[in-house]
């Protein structure tokens, strides 16, 4: 059972556009919910994380946008820029116990000039 | 070092055969996890130490995996009697303490290849 889904699996934006990457979560004990960026042959880095108390956290040109009742949070990067991209993963975790991150499948970002 | 450092950075073995893949997290953090990720995907938590100790080993995915952090320092990952299904590369990563709130720090993986 996929515990965090995630879309889109791939996304094209032009320089200068918002991207906008979606996840859905089902398990209501998570309450930390980090965004990750993976370049091909990295390990993820962490990028921004939100806890379920604030509806939007902004970092930069990264936002994330939490809907606590839908259980649903989204990245948005804006003026996006061809180092951008990646593939983007959002996660969550339960924040108790052994912190472990469920991931969502990842979004590969292109952001063409 | 600067980062948590994995070696080695690639590894092709024969079905059957018995790997051993590494993991030095940054010095001073306690927590230590192992992430399993498949082609496509996104990575799949395998163990998470707390110190020596394996707080959560509820991610493996049998008797065949088994990982060790004897000093509280470096872990190793052991696969014994590898299979085809075993190729994935395998990520470490180490946080200060083992909290929702502090940032889990990513090596750069083990490519496991199983022939």
Known sequence: QQQVKQSPQSLIVQKGGISIINCAYENTAFDYFPWYQQFPGKGPALLIAIRPDVSEKKEGRFTISFNKSAKQFSLHIMDSQPGDSATYFCAASTGAGSYQLTFGKGTKLSVIP | GAGVSQT????????????????????????????????????????????????????LPNDRFFAVRPEGSVSTLKIQRTERGDSAVYLCASSLYGGANTEAFFGQGTRLTVV
């Open chain 2, 8 to 59: 080695p950075s690639n590894k092709v073995t024969e079905k059957g055969k018995y790997v051993e893949l590494r993991c030095d997290p940054i010095s001073g953090h306690t927590a230590l996890y192992w992430y399993r990720q498949s082609l496509g995907q996104g990575p799949e938590f395998l163990i998470y130490f707390q110190g020596t100790g394996a707080a959560d080993d509820s991610g």
